[in-house]
């Protein structure tokens, strides 16, 4: 399961990356990371009432946080893809079982 949504993420992070002329260096997956749990936080804030709501219905916020969960959860698989981690074996270890394959 992993690896394929991995590769899936890769392929659509690449032809984003070659079609706006960015460079993915080994910083930028980090920083990524980091600026979508920025924005995961941001939609977080809204979506419990504290931000600014920015004119964003309850369906407009709800749809944000699901966004930007899903925007970490593929740079988060980047991540690991770039710095060879293998997150099958970290996940049996650290939370006790194995990822479904498939």
Known sequence: MLGKLTAQFEAA????????????DPDWFV???QEEMG?????????????RRKGRTDEDLSRDLADETADLLG??????????IDLASAIERKWLFRPEEG
Do not use: C, P
């Open 39 to 51: 924005e995961l936080t941001q939609a977080w804030n809204r979506a419990t009432g504290r931000g």
């Open 13 to 24: 992070s690449a032809d984003y990356a070659q079609h706006h002329g960015m460079v993915r």
């Open 31 to 33: 920083l990524k990371l």
């Open 75 to 84: 740079h988060v698989l980047l991540f690991a893809r770039n710095n060879r």
